[in-house]
């Protein structure tokens, strides 16, 4: 069977399936289950159309406070359960990026940290009875949607080098992105063009994530139950995840 894992969008340039993916012991994660997306605050009556066909019934939105307060997913166009778990305070400006090589990476470690509570509680809703298909985003779909991908399909039994691949592929998205960008603010022009860093997804951010994971907790699994991810929570989303491979 073949699934298209990115779903084409309107109002959306990010938006994919998380499904069709290996794992350590054999299985596979199931398609049309879970989805990754960036913002979705701008879905036109034709992508919520596609949503209704894939039956989305969570959203799960990482996003800060005051980007929320700029836009949403339209809870009244299409019900769902919806959920806030923002993984940063505050957005970080073009110069942090320029003043600090490697800042991606190392906001990814510090959101580990940060955004515990919100993690824990991104996977409680994602591990929900009734909670799935469900879909978790950002406003890229890349760096906070990027980090809770790692974590699920992790979890999930997917190996290390399938994570950083799927990651990876936010790289042609953030090319749509600043195409978007660039017709919405004109007068940005200048920062779209020169912050490739702001727009890379870059394998080695996410390998460097890992590399921290293993030499600060172990493996993923231990990060997870030191942050208080209930066992029967990873269980429960294992369950609704994966299927037998053939």
């Known amino acids: 069977m073949t699934v298209d894992r990115i779903i084409e969008l309107e109002g959306a340039v990010n938006f994919r399936d998380l499904g069709g993916y290996a794992t350590a012991d054999g299985r596979r994660t199931r398609w ?7 913002g979705l605050g701008e879905l036109t009556e034709a992508d919520l159309a596609i949503l209704r066909q894939l039956r989305i ?3 799960i939105d990482l996003r800060t406070g005051h980007e929320l ?6 809870v009244d166009a299409h019900p769902v359960e919806f959920h806030h778990f923002p993984f940063i305070k505050s957005l970080s400006n073009a110069e942090d990026f320029q003043r600090a090589p490697g800042f991606l990476g190392a906001q990814y ?4 940290e940060d955004a515990a509570p919100q993690i824990v509680g991104a996977f409680s809703a994602l591990a929900a009875p009734d909670a799935r298909p469900a879909v978790f985003h950002c406003t890229a779909g890349k760096d906070r949607t990027g980090l809770l991908s790692a974590l699920v399909l992790s979890l999930l039994g997917v190996p290390e080098d399938t994570v950083v ?6 790289g042609a998205a953030m090319t749509r992105l600043r195409a978007k960008l660039l017709v919405k603010f004109p007068n940005g022009k200048l920062l779209a063009e020169d912050s490739d860093a702001i727009f890379s997804a870059d394998p080695a951010n996410m390998v460097m994530l890992f590399a921290h994971l293993k030499e ?7 990060y997870a139950s030191a942050i208080g991810v209930p066992d029967d929570v990873v269980e429960r989303l294992r369950e609704a995840m994966l299927e037998h491979g053939s």
Not at 69 to 74: L, V
Not at 216 to 222: D, K, L, P, Q
């Open 32 to 38: 049309r289950v879970l989805f990754r997306a960036d």
């Open 57 to 59: 019934r969570t959203v």
């Open 69 to 74: 307060e700029q836009s949403r997913f339209d």
């Open 109 to 112: 470690q510090q959101m580990l």
């Open 165 to 170: 691949a799927d990651y990876a592929l936010s």
């Open 216 to 222: 600060r907790y172990g493996s993923v699994r231990a």
